[in-house]
């Protein structure tokens, strides 16, 4: 069995372009959860999604920062206009949906702004 | 608001030697919490959870950790560490929401021979 997958495990881009960070829950699992890694800091939560809907995004910044997660498909962490601030590790986890409290996470995703 | 510290950002312990990781947190009810492992370049990989009944709850690669309502603590043990054992640890809470785990900054710890 699978575990939570992330793509692209390292990304560089330069200050202005656009960041997509994907994530494909284990199988079974039906609740996305994305968490951001700054250097020395522990994980703070961004995100929690179900199929087609956002849950709570109240660790969302308000600008540039979005997330979905389609009926079919990855779950899309996405960032806009990305700035030097936003270099750190993105976690996405998953939980099945009789277990929310537990959840299990992806290799992350490296993400370098230059 | 629910939060969770780590006092010690940084442990050295000796191979066979053992090994206590502190674990506070802030929380409004009984919490769910949960012990992860961190890996250099690697995701987190749950070492044990607590949610309810016995307070000593036994986890994967022989950490234990035994929750304390009346010091608001939830330490992480082993016995005799292995130099395998290196890596960072984060101890959890879940928000209460269900919705979410906060995070303590972690803890170093590192493994001499």
Known sequence: ?114 | AQSVTQPDIHITVSEGASLELRCNYSYGATPYLFWYVQSPGQGLQLLLKYFSGDTLVQGIKGFEAEFKRSQSSFNLRKPSVHWSDAAEYFCAVDNQAGTALIFGKGTTLSVSS
């Open chain 1, 1 to 114: 069995n699978a575990g939570v997958m992330q793509n692209p495990r390292h990304l560089v881009r330069r200050r202005g372009q656009e960041a997509r960070l994907r994530c494909s829950p284990m199988k079974g699992h039906s609740h996305v959860y994305w968490y951001r890694q700054l250097p020395e800091e522990g994980l703070k939560f961004m995100v929690y999604l179900q199929k087609e809907n956002i849950i709570d995004e109240s660790g969302m910044p308000k600008e540039r920062f979005s997330a979905e997660f389609p009926k079919e498909g990855p779950s899309i962490l996405r960032i806009q206009q990305v700035v030097r601030g936003d270099s750190a590790a993105y976690f996405c986890a998953s939980s099945p949906q009789d277990r929310q409290e537990t959840q299990y996470f992806g290799p992350g995703t490296r993400l370098l702004v230059l």
